[in-house]
């Protein structure tokens, strides 16, 4: 493990200082501020009133957007030209308490910066979702989910506090229990609609250098979905611990769960940020190591799979793409463009191919009904491989806006791709399926892509009520959109 500095500042909590340590990590990305003289928490502070103020300064009715270098949102909504509040300075990594495994992090730290701090002491965030620039701010409002969640639930439910710039202008701090419990508990799930993160105290667990992975095959989604469902009870398969499970469909009779556990050493180390394609491992071995950084960013390399619409799986193409390149939010940004300026659009209309819609979604299916979803989407919408990740929530209770039973094993499916139109069949066709097939199988739908349901299933879906309680309450006058003009009306 790497030796850091470690100095102490408000009440014995401590700072990762990486520039007095001389510590490096694989991505060379800083994770916090690189002066060694500079309180970071004074520094935060200046930063929510520089960006208090400008919120503050604009005027009613004008649209409010974050600042922010990246996005993994798939609601490409025509450019803005109204004014951006100043949110790229809460983008550090606060401090990291090793004794009370917790770390204090800006909003809009990425989970690259999060992970390299943490790591420093042998730490991680209970769940770290997959994509290297989701921020920790935009993945408790908006959900995100990786291959602890089977035993680590959701990134919200390793939040001890968070401080909101809410709606109204004000600065609040919410936690489970007191003034703002309600904020807290809605909060996940709205989408910078009631307010932004700026601040967030997230526990942390303990890390092992490596990761043993095992590939399981099965002939059929029952049988990998049962030994899935015992794994998530037990947390161990054939008398061995799993810490980290997730699994891929291929298709019909080709699905594996991935069973990686914690490990001091390894013979050896695969590496899939050059030549080598991670979710092709997945057929071809029964067993691998990485060490535990490269674990958790093994599908942002190629994310997950879609590098290949980018033909950078080609081995020629590979070569000539620069590594630094072969990342999630550069292929991202391409996709964002094709979206802006329509080029596969007027591709397809040369070529005389039939119009793509675009099917980019995840969704969360009680795990005894998941078969049947499968079978659904097998015949219907015809995408692979399709993403598997078990997911239980840690709280005894639902979160309001996105409530899943507690008592449930959950599996998210996750699927990233375009499917063709048929005659008569218009955009959102396949997409709307999907919902009608996820709410008949008593799933839910995340929101970070499009979204076609009518105002009242959506908000029947998504807990209008109390939404619209907590709007009052912390954004009385709109000056955020809500939640359905935000996720489906895309404003």
């Known amino acids: 493990m790497t030796d ?147 035993r ?38 709205s989408y910078g609609t009631l307010g932004y993160a700026l601040r967030l105290r997230i526990e942390l667990e303990p890390v092992q250098p490596y990761v043993r992975l095992r590939h399981l095959r099965f002939s059929d989604a029952d049988e990998a979905l049962a030994t899935m469902a015992e794994i998530g009870a037990d947390a161990a398969h054939d008398g061995d611990r799993v810490d980290f499970l997730d699994g891929v469909v291929f298709g019909r009779d080709e699905v594996y769960l991935t069973l990686g556990t914690f490990t001091d050493s390894a013979p050896a180390t695969s590496d899939y940020s050059g030549q080598r394609i991670y979710y092709r491992s997945i057929q071809q071995r029964t067993e691998d190591h990485l060490s535990v950084a490269d674990y958790l960013w093994r599908w942002d390399t190629d994310w997950f799979w879609c590098s290949r619409a980018f033909g950078v799986q080609h081995p020629l193409v590979r070569r000539l793409w620069p590594r630094r390149w072969r990342r999630s939010d550069v292929y991202r940004r391409l996709v964002a463009a094709d979206r802006r300026w329509a080029l596969s659009d007027r591709l397809d209309r040369l070529r005389r191919r039939p119009s793509q819609e675009a099917v980019i979604q ?106 619209e309680q907590l709007k009052r309450t912390y954004d009385p006058d709109g000056r955020l959109p809500d939640l359905y003009d935000k996720c489906v009306r895309m404003k």
């Open 362 to 467: 995840d969704v969360e299916v009680p795990i005894g009904r998941t078969a049947q979803f499968l079978d659904f989407f097998h015949s219907e919408i015809g995408i692979s491989p399709i993403w598997l990740c078990p997911l239980k929530l840690r709280s005894s209770n639902p979160w309001p806006l996105y409530p899943l039973n507690p008592d449930e094993l959950y599996v998210n499916v996750g699927f990233w791709s375009t499917v063709p139109l048929g005659p008569g069949q218009d955009d959102g066709f396949h997409n709307r399926r999907i919902e009608e097939m996820v709410d008949a199988l008593e799933g839910h739908k995340s929101l970070y892509s499009t979204v076609h349901y009518p105002a009242d299933e959506f908000w029947r879906r998504y807990n209008g009520q109390d939404y």
């Open 4 to 150: 850091v500095s470690i100095r102490r500042v408000r009440g014995g909590s401590r700072v990762y200082d990486a520039a007095a340590a001389g510590a490096s990590y694989r991505t060379g990305v800083a994770a916090t501020s690189s002066s060694t003289h500079t309180d970071p928490y004074a520094t935060h502070s200046r930063a929510v009133s520089d960006l208090c103020q400008h919120y503050r300064a604009l005027p009613p009715g004008a649209p409010v957007r974050l600042g922010k270098k990246t996005s993994n949102l798939f609601r490409f909504r025509p450019p803005t030209t109204g004014a951006r509040l100043p949110a790229e300075s809460l983008d550090r990594v606060l401090s990291v308490d090793p004794t009370t495994r917790t770390a204090d992090v800006q909003g809009m730290v990425t989970y690259e910066r999060l992970v390299e701090a943490t790591l420093a002491y042998g730490l991680m965030p209970l769940v770290v979702p997959q994509l290297k620039t989701i921020t920790l701010g935009g993945a408790v409002s908006g959900l995100g989910i990786e291959s602890t969640s089977f």
């Open 152 to 189: 680590n639930g959701l990134p919200h439910e390793s939040v001890a506090e968070m401080e909101i710039l809410t709606g109204d202008g004000q600065v609040v701090t919410a936690r489970p229990d007191g003034e703002h419990a309600g904020l807290f508990a809605g909060f996940p799930n």
